[in-house]
């Protein structure tokens, strides 16, 4: 026992040697000088994690530094983000955020944080919403699908991940914006939203480009929540495309303690910028179905007030949320 | 045969070295209880980024594997659980230990856990796209149903007293509410506080259940922790021993492992609920169902053959669909996903350089684990029989803490770990069996989604109770839940009838409660 114990010892230190010997290269002003810890909020090998490991990849190719990531999982992120605040301000501690969760989850009850609470200072990547079947599925396009729930109200099914989630108000815009009437089926995760519409236990499903993509020639994609048409799903319409005015989807950004000083938070903000400007970094992004952004510092505010009135007036009326 | 091939490439000796590195670390740290697999392989996934992917592949899944086989030392010579899969290994292992058979324990556990991993293994090599369509056909009804089986398990777990059995059951599957709902939203049984939003996260409840009750009666005794009987001083590796056990236990050793994979195709079940549920079919089908739980060898060889073939069996989802069958599934994707690897149906034909060295070095380091493990449970009985237990026991304490935070980082599980191990060791005093309420914990939430989503569906489509039941999976998994439930008393009508008049049935059936 005594041993084993001592060598696991042996092991987890020289585990943390490892994680912490590269050179500590710095920036002019000192920031940063030694490792980012980088909280994920969500569970390893999820989405959130995904993108936060692809960045960490370049952290010390572009920054001089490693980062570090740790998870922090639980109630949908929510206790992470609810912790959020407790932490050092130094700009050593960054923690990953995502829209619409962090709008939705302190409307639909409390949780121990406020949207205004979370100091997001720059968002990197978006995450479109997609309307997908499986590949063998009768709906061909998102007009057969369409028709198909015209005709028979109340009974086309949609899977999608949590209840007061992202999926579930894309599927409810979608009912609003198309003029059916569907059911959401909320599932564990995307994982299992995903395999019970691979296995036929929904008709449809709400979920993200990066599923779409992972899925490959399993699914069949309708259409895509974006502006425009992604790289890494040529074939797959937007919504604009098919002539209805549906956008929407993750958005996913780095946040600070609140207690982080106006200079720091600017300095963070350039750091994931100054990394998403890597062309490697964008191409392995979008080959994942992410769309790579750069919403800097100053223009947070405005964005996530944009967001907020979206998500207001969407999820209210439709009694997603009651408070 | 291109397969050979692939075998070729994971015997370099990079490979080779990183799979034998991989089963010897995990084997160690699910040795230790509290640390499990999904935070070891978090850990290390960063240095896989600078290998070749298939290297790092193979150390992951190597190091997945020897944490569930290393779960079952602390099992049997302790009494806890290194990882949650172990659980079901505690109750005869623990016994076997205390009258002298740990070596001989541990040695069935090394020899049954590379069966059930090469079974699991073989079965993703040859067969993994038709499996993937199974796990596909288990659907929220079916999960359902599934939950229910594992939830009548509480008859065989509380024998003595089917109430209390029942009432602890109830406990766990309340504690399996609390938070919020994954469907609905609702906010249940928080009493207002933030530290209950993420509800009762299953392993830190399952380290203070099975963990805290066995401090507190360690310490509550002078006696040695392991007090073999005289004469019973047989150690070395019993192989011999263990071989002819495991002659007399084939039926059970292929049915636990062909189960046990089948389960660890199913994403969101995995090798607790598989180890689980192969135990109680071991018990009912065994003519001494009455021995199990008071040291039993065939209860060690359904969990640890079972538990060890889900890893395997996880793999399938999660390489042919990209859908992770397992938590440390799901870690194991992402870094595939970061390494720039598409996953699905192409892994095994475009890529299938990298898959199949894959699985040709889960089965290497599948047998790994017979020297190392047995080199490692040869000292890690005669030191645990001979550690004071001043020394055992806050070296269990430290790692309960430490195992419960790491999961999520989070100080809440802490003391959720805490408060759950000290009500579980009160009621265990006033004669309530405690792994019920693992049970509860564990299956509640299956049972529940599997249950809304199930009405949710049906009502879509206007037919409910017909959801329920329609496909065939769930006529199977009903069918077994109700020969589980009536086989016995009908079997007892029937040997009182014959008696005539011998109605004390259940007469003698005492045992302490687990």
Redesign the interface.
Known sequence: ?????L??GA?ALG?TS??LAPAFAQTSDGYPDKPINYIVVF????AS??AA??Q??YFEEEIGVPAV????????G??GW?RLNSMEPDGYTIMGTNLPHNILQPM?????YQTEDIATVNFFQYTPSIVVVPNDSQFKTLDDLIAYAKENP????FSGS????GDQVMKERFDQVTGVTT?Y????GT??A???L?????QASVTYTTEGV?????LRVLAVAAEERLPALPDAPTFKDLGYDLVGGAYRGVAVPNGTPEERREEVSEMVSKISENAKFKQ?ME??GFVPIDITYSEIPDFIAEQTKIYTSVAKPLGLIDK | MEILGYFSNALEPTNLLLALLGVA?GT??G??PG?SA?MS???????T?TMDPASGLVMLGAIYTGALYGGAYAAILVNTPGTPSAIATTFDGFPMAKRGDGALAVTLATLVSVFGGLTGALMLLLLAPPLARV??????AEYFWLAILGLTLIAALSVGNQLKGLVAALFGLMLSMV???????D?RLTF?T?AL???I?VVAGLIGIYCIPVLFDLVRTADPHLDPPQGSHVSGFRLREAFSILGRNKVNLVRSSVVGTLIGIL??AGGSIASLITYSAAQRASKDGDSFGKGNPAGIIATESANNATVGGGFV?TLV????GT?P??????AL??Q?I?????LFTEQAEITYTFIAGLILATLFMLPVGLL?GR??YR??AS?PKA??VP?IAFLTVVGSYSI???W?DVVIMLVLGVIAWLIKEVGYPTSPIALGLVLG?IAE?GFV?TF??G????DIVGRFFQNPISMFLVAIIVMGLLGPPLRSLWKARRRRGGSAGDAGRSEAPR
């Not at chain 1, 949590?162 to 989630?165: E, L, P």
């Not at chain 2, 599934?329 to 992402?334: P, Q, S």
């Open positions: 026992m005594f041993t084993r114990r060598f696991a092991l585990a490892l994680m569970n390893a090998g999820g994690d995904l490991r692809m960490q990849k990531v740790q998870y922090m999982p639980g109630g949908g929510a206790q609810a639909a009850a409390d949780v121990g109340g009974s086309l099914t949590g209840s007061n989630s059911t089926i909320p599932f564990s994982s299992p995903t395999a019970a691979l296995g036929n236990q929904v992972n899925q490959g020639d399993q392995e080959q994942a | 670390v160690l740290i040795a230790l640390l999904t392989l978090a850990v290390l996934v960063p240095f980024f796990a596909l056909q288990f659907g929220p938070g919020v709902a994954t469907v609905g939203g906010l207002g933030n939003i993420g509800g996260n994403p969101g989802p669909l990209g859908i992770p938590p599934d799901a870690i194991i994707l992402g996903l970061v720039g598409k996953i699905g149906p192409t490692i000292y890690a030191s645990i550690i020394a055992l070296s999520q980082n989070n809440y939430s989604q989503q949710l569906i009502r879509a489509q206007g």
